[in-house]
């Protein structure tokens, strides 16, 4: 109910005046949009000199002309003038209503216009994304300016146009492109064409043979059939969105006739006289005089008499095929008659198929209905699979990863995907969405009413897919009435659970939510995370999703100026728990992802942030990017409390170890300081990250059994804190002291058993199948322990884990020298070494270099080797890789014929891992010194290598070491 602002009068509803005082009563400004339209500036050329040389009353007489006409010209192209300013008209086309040729009709109002004034104009026209309503301006964007920049920069009589408007006219202009234009306040020099003409109406191109369709040209070929065969008349009807393939399901069946003539007539959108304009064209084609046919008629009723009539005349001698495209635009009076030639024709063969968007059902919801001589079909998106076929036809080439992109985006709709790749093939192979494409879209949902809109856009908020109960919580109202049409318009379809429902297309999603404005958007992420929390909290994905849409709101907050931390720190408490949760199970790819979200959501010297920082440090370093790890690290030991600062410490302890190769000390000194402060103060989780830290540092400095007990005492702590992900590493850990220690085999065996069983997450099944790989090796089944390791790569990978994979590959590249395969040796350590330059890994890529050297070595390529043995040490001198080196200069030296430096080296490794109680190690070494000794003609001194290295073997019952120890000796033999 109105209330006059005049004397407070109520007023019954739609009243446009007080019905007390006949007071203007204030409309009900409509609510703001962004949507995407065209905007038309026309301005006198040369006003001043024209004010100079001409009467005022003449001059008034003929800009009051030349207004009369902009107005004119631009309202019967659907446009709306939004003010004169000066002698400047300003025009915008999709205000209130977006249609799809929005810029075609601005610049066919724009040769209008300049054609019919009296003086000379210059006008520009640019389409862009504005937002309308909620005031008096019609628009407010940039795309407005752009349009005014564009006319300022016109000569008297041109017509310039943006280049998003001319991306949605290139098919009826002919327009040049003019040099780069310098415009006032614009950063960028502005793309601007030049109209010279236009060449026609826009249709759709068929550049690729069809795809699919079978059945409706079935159905479409028995339409025909029956129609001659029973002299009758027969009404097809195909409903389709656009592009979806309506024109080239009827080419494909009028190209296939060989006994039909065939006549075309076309609905307008718009436009003067257009009721039967069809009808006219299809007259004209069959040569019957027009005249003879419409204008003798004096009313509806008449004129489809007389038209049906023609047409059954024009049938006589073989059957006729009348298609009619677009009805949907038809008037009702073109639609009755197209139904009254449907009821009434008899003997004649006539076929009449009509060609409508779903649209046509909600003006004539009948349609079709009741007739026995009527057809009716709906075409649905493509398959996938013709979807894919009908790219790669359109691309011409095998690009299988663009196919795949271009063919997602289409989602079934052939004129979305011929689009995209004309789109593709101009922009160097980036899918995007058309000009094209968005402004069918955008036209269709603004046809729709205000209650539908607001049910689409708080669908999208969710996504694709949504839920029912969702929407009626964020529209405040009912929903189900606005669904229904909704899918009734080919705009969603249920899906099989109860309360959801999904957008037909991806891109109307899109269209729908970024007509959203960015303030409104806000308000909706907000209360959807809200929502999703208050009713679906055991939601598995719960902090990841209700965290993206805080984030959202949070983005578009600080967009518009507003303080966006309120919203950010409430999204950065989600994002946290849904890191640490991903951390957990080992997945740390998205760790970082949601890690890095949510620190930046927050202020820098937030304790949240700083809590945050060891975790997404460790997380970081896990997916090979050591460098920000480190920054992050540091800034916590720096800022953080005591415990952020001793959990940061003892993470840095591996990270800068590993990345900057530093020595194995120090790295232990900053675990084991770490581990003194925070024994005190009880900290589990940190003790967790401390002792993970002492049992890798243990590994690389050779003590297993040290590793061994660190990496116990930090499955203890992440136990108690419930820290699964460092619960898996310290498992892992465990398993790799096992199989390093001179235990028995079949205990990691067994190890390897449980840990399968264990559902802890993929990082673990990982780290088991690869030790299962391990075992395998020792055990002589190379196969197998192959293809277990790949799977664990795999699987590595898959969680974003760089770092283990390459190091994965690294173990992988020893165990194949323990298999004697040279090739596959240098391959795994090839990798191993590319990888851990690529994510800056020093420490280990050194060990992975002095691998590489053996494998050339053994393949040889002595120089190459040598020298890469030097430049391994150099970059870490760590004791692994120093007797790697040793090994490999022990070979070196038997290859150059210097048996004496071969056993030199060879003790010199012997005398690094002596200390150490790494069976594993120390076996690979005794192999090397036996081979030393064996060149050298030491038999005395190989047997009793062999000997004790098969001691060693027997007791970890490694049938791999043993019959490499073995192989020494026989060959010395021989």
Not at 30 to 49: H, M, N, W, Y
Not at 66 to 77: L, N, P, S
Not at 858 to 871: F, H, K, S, Y
Request: net charge negative; charged share 25%; proline share 3%.
């Amino acid at each position: 109910m109105a209330v006059c602002a005049r004397c407070g009068a109520d007023n019954r509803e739609g009243a446009k005046f007080c019905d007390a005082c006949g007071a203007p009563l204030a409309v009900a400004a409509a609510p703001e949009q962004r949507k995407t339209v065209t905007v038309l500036f026309c301005d006198v050329s040369g006003s001043t000199a024209l004010g100079e040389r001409v009467d005022p009353e003449a001059l008034r007489a003929i800009m009051s002309r030349y207004f009369d006409v902009a107005r004119t010209a631009i309202e019967r192209h659907g446009g709306t003038v939004e003010k004169f300013i000066g002698d400047a008209v300003m025009a915008v086309f999709g205000v209130p209503t977006v249609h799809e040729d929005d810029a075609l009709r601005a610049v066919r109002a724009a040769l209008e216009l300049r054609d019919a004034v009296e003086i000379e104009v210059r006008i520009g026209v640019n389409t862009g994304e504005v937002v309308t309503g909620g005031g008096e301006k019609l628009a407010t964007g940039d795309a407005v300016n752009v349009a005014a920049r564009l006319e300022q920069s016109a000569s008297s009589g041109d017509v310039l146009l943006g280049p998003q408007t001319y991306a949605l006219v290139r098919d009826v202009v002919d327009a040049e492109l003019l040099p780069p234009i310098d415009a006032k306040g614009k950063a960028e020099p502005l793309t601007a064409y030049r109209v010279r003409s236009l060449t026609g109406d826009a249709r759709r191109r068929n550049s690729a043979g069809m795809v699919g369709r079978a059945r409706e040209l079935t159905l479409l070929a028995h339409a025909f059939e029956r129609a001659r065969h029973e002299h009758a008349c027969h009404l097809f009807t195909i409903l389709g969105n656009a592009g979806i393939g309506k024109s080239r399901l009827v080419s494909e069946f009028l190209d296939g006739l060989s006994s039909a003539r065939t006549v075309t007539g076309r609905c307008l959108s718009y436009g003067d006289g257009i009721t039967y304009r069809p009808v006219v064209e299809v007259l004209q084609q069959l040569e019957i005089p027009v005249q003879s046919v419409l204008h003798d008629a004096t009313s509806p009723p008449e004129i489809a008499w007389s038209v049906r009539k023609a047409l059954e005349q024009a049938a006589l001698d073989e059957p006729l095929v009348v298609v009619f495209d677009d009805i949907q635009w038809g008037e009702e009076s073109f639609l009755d008659l197209i139904e009254h030639v449907a009821d009434l024709s008899r003997d004649a063969s006539i076929l009449l198929l009509c060609m409508a968007r779903p649209d046509l059902l909600e003006v004539r919801p009948g349609w079709g209905g009741g007739k026995v001589n009527a057809t009716s079909v709906l075409l649905e998106p493509l398959a996938q699979t013709e979807t894919t076929a009908l790219v790669r036809a359109l691309l011409g080439a095998d690009d299988d990863a663009l196919v795949a992109r271009i063919g997602a985006a289409a989602d079934g709709n052939p004129l979305f995907a011929e689009e995209m790749v004309e789109l593709t093939r101009s922009s160097g192979g980036e899918v995007a969405v058309p000009a094209t494409i968005q402004a069918l879209l955008s036209a269709r949902l603004d046809g729709l009413s205000a209650e539908e809109r607001v049910v689409l856009e708080c669908g999208a908020v969710e996504g694709q897919v949504f839920r029912r109960s969702a929407v009626a919580a964020l529209a405040e109202g009912g929903v189900d009435a606005q669904l229904t049409a909704l899918v009734r318009k080919e705009l969603l379809r249920p899906e099989p659970a109860d309360d959801g429902y999904r957008f037909r297309h991806l891109l109307i999603r899109d269209a729908a939510y970024d007509a959203v404005p960015k303030a409104r958007r806000i308000g909706h992420h907000t209360r959807f995370a809200e929502w999703l929390v208050e009713h679906d909290p055991a939601l598995v994905e719960l902090d990841e999703i209700a965290g993206y849409h805080l984030e959202q709101a949070a983005n578009y907050a600080g967009e518009l100026g507003r303080d966006p931390l309120v919203l950010g720190k409430r999204a950065a408490i989600h994002l946290t728990q849904a890191a640490l949760r991903a951390d957990a199970r080992g997945d740390a790819g998205a760790a970082v992802k949601l890690g890095l979200r949510a620190e930046r959501l927050v202020a820098r010297d937030d304790p949240r942030r700083l809590l945050l920082l060891p975790t997404l440090a460790r997380a970081l370093d896990d997916c090979g990017r050591g460098d920000e790890a480190i920054l992050l690290l540091d800034e916590a030991i720096a800022d953080g409390d005591a415990v952020t600062a001793a959990r940061a410490r003892a993470i840095r302890a591996v990270t800068r170890t590993l990345a900057r190769g530093l020595s194995v000390d120090w790295a232990r000194g900053e675990a084991e300081q770490a581990i003194a402060e925070l024994t005190p103060l009880g900290d589990d989780e940190g003790l967790a990250n401390a002792y993970v830290a002492l049992a890798w540092i243990s590994l690389w400095s050779g003590s297993v059994g040290r590793m061994g007990f660190a990496a116990e005492r930090a499955r203890v702590h992440a136990e108690r804190k419930g820290d699964m992900s460092t619960v898996v590493e310290a498992i892992g850990l465990q398993a790799a002291a096992l199989l390093r220690s001179d235990a028995p085999l079949s205990q990691a065996e067994s190890f390897a058993e449980e840990l399968l069983a264990l559902d802890h997450g993929l990082k673990l099944h990982a780290n088991a199948l690869f030790l299962q790989s391990r075992c395998a090796a020792e055990r002589l089944r190379v196969s197998e322990a192959r293809s277990l390791r790949s799977e664990a790569i795999r699987l590595m990978e898959e969680l974003g884990l760089e770092v283990l994979a390459a190091g994965t590959y690294q173990l992988g590249a020893a165990y194949e020298w323990l298999a004697e395969d040279w090739a596959e040796m240098e391959g795994s350590a090839r990798t191993a070494w590319e990888r851990f330059e690529h994510v800056g890994d020093r420490g280990l890529r050194a060990t992975a270099g002095a691998l590489l050297a053996y494998a050339w070595l053994e393949l040889g390529r002595l120089e190459e080797a040598e020298q890469l043995i030097d430049e391994a040490v150099a970059l870490n001198a760590d004791p692994t890789t120093l007797w790697w080196a040793h090994c490999g200069r022990s070979l070196a030296a038997i290859v150059h014929g210097d048996p004496t430096a071969a056993v030199e080296h060879a003790h010199r490794a012997l005398t690094i891992v002596e200390g150490s109680d790494d069976a594993f190690n120390r076996s690979i070494v005794l192999i090397a010194l036996a081979e030393a000794q064996s060149a050298a003609g030491d038999l005395d001194g190989c047997s009793a290598t062999v000997a004790e290295a098969s001691a060693l073997a027997e007791r970890r019952e490694s049938a791999a070491f043993l019959a490499r120890a073995q192989s020494v000796l026989a060959t010395m033999a021989s």
